[in-house]
């Protein structure tokens, strides 16, 4: 693909709390992203592009939802976004549709399905040449 794979831990911050009635004890779960978070990716051919996203402990035992979106960071304009049930392990997610030469913005959410407040977000960048 012709973008450098780096991955970096994103680990949630705070763990669970008692946040508009939604009390719970699980485990902040801990992700690994390739892209790693928090990076900006070299330009790449395209159109589609690859994420894949790890969850390496804290799954909660009731399942968790993934949502990724793409979004252009001039303008705002989303062009990407899925939801899907997130695995333990790797989940892989193809971004398709992304526009030439305009830098993208991936924002990613795991919610646990049993606990609204146990939640990780983490972000990155790339562009398409």
């Known amino acids: 693909m012709g973008f ?14 008692d946040k508009g009635g939604d009390s719970c004890s699980e485990a902040a779960m ?14 790449a051919p395209g159109p589609n ?8 402990g804290g799954y909660p ?4 939802s993934l949502e990724v979106k793409a979004r252009t ?15 333990s392990g790797t989940n892989t ?5 992304t526009p030439t030469a305009s830098s993208c913005i991936v924002d990613i959410t795991i919610t646990s399905k049993s606990c609204n407040s146990n939640k990780w977000t983490g972000s990155y960048r790339y562009s398409r040449k």
């Open 30 to 43: 801990q992700v690994t992203t390739i892209p790693a978070i928090g990076t900006v990716e070299q330009p």
């Open 49 to 56: 592009f690859t994420l894949q996203v790890n969850i390496t």
């Open 93 to 97: 997610i193809a971004i398709t549709n």
């Open 73 to 87: 960071e001039a303008g705002n304009n989303s062009f990407f976004s899925t939801s899907t049930n997130a695995v």
């Open 4 to 17: 450098l794979l780096v991955a970096a831990t994103g680990l949630m911050t705070g763990g669970c709390s």
């Open 61 to 64: 035992s009731g399942g968790a």
